[in-house]
């Protein structure tokens, strides 16, 4: 299969340093719109979006958030580059009942602008593969156990250091989530149409059909000959 790569976008705010939430604010998670076969969003604020993930246990790739995030700095005339913030980051924090994650806190780093009076979309691993691999390991992945990320966007404006405010978005693991097993792959029924799933991970917020090759899980199912 071949992964679908996001913008390497991530979004942080503030109007002065370390002030908190005067700059900027996460508006939330975005969703594809049904249909949509490319990992690509827009940033206007009418899009769809998710108020909680879903990562199978054993997904290769990490859990992707998309996050919509809107300027509260006001525009002025002649001045934008100077209230256009520069996105350098973000600071996550990982919790969940019974796991110790081998990295609770680290920063992901990545590279925008954010406009005045301008909303734009991030694209940022929030739930690494180690952190699944943790999971797995405390004995949590069989069954559900959801994973409360905080996320604080960071960067500068006019060359001070601004922290956004947190947001908290929770993130459900588990062996028997997105994943809909079809079988041996060369035992297809003709005419299956199986499900690609999640453009910007198949194996997150959504539902993927696959099939196994040997040992192999191949995400999505080919369509059968």
């Known amino acids: 299969m071949v992964r679908a790569l996001i913008p390497a ?7 002065t340093a370390n002030s908190g939430d005067e700059g900027m604010f996460v508006v939330n998670n975005s969703a594809l719109a049904t249909g949509t076969t490319t990992c690509s969003f827009t940033g206007a604020l ?8 879903e990562v199978y246990s054993g997904s290769p790739f990490g859990y992707e958030m998309t996050p919509l995030i809107e300027s509260r ?16 980051g973000a600071h996550v924090t990982l ?13 992901a780093y990545f590279a925008a602008t954010l406009p005045p009076a301008s909303s734009i979309n991030a694209g940022f691993e929030l739930l690494p593969v180690q952190a699944l691999q943790d999971i797995t390991a405390a004995g949590s992945a069989a ?15 006019g060359g001070s250091r601004i922290d956004g405010s947190p947001f908290q978005y929770p993130v459900t693991v588990g062996s028997n ?22 453009p910007c991970n198949v194996y997150q917020d959504g539902i993927v059909d696959c099939c196994t090759s040997g040992a192999t899980l191949v995400c999505p199912a080919p369509m059968p000959m």
């Open 73 to 88: 700095i006001a525009e002025v005339m002649g001045l934008d580059t100077q209230k256009t913030i520069t996105i350098e």
């Open 9 to 15: 976008l991530l979004l942080a705010a503030a109007c």
């Open 177 to 198: 989530l997105v994943v809909n097993m079809l079988g041996d792959c060369t035992a297809l029924a003709s005419g299956t149409v199986p499900r690609a799933g999640n």
């Open 95 to 107: 919790t969940a009942p019974g796991v110790t994650f081998t990295t609770p806190k680290f920063d």
């Open 46 to 53: 009418d899009q769809p979006f998710i108020t909680s993930g």
């Open 143 to 157: 069954n559900d156990i959801q994973v409360l990320a905080n996320v604080v966007p960071f960067g500068t404006l």
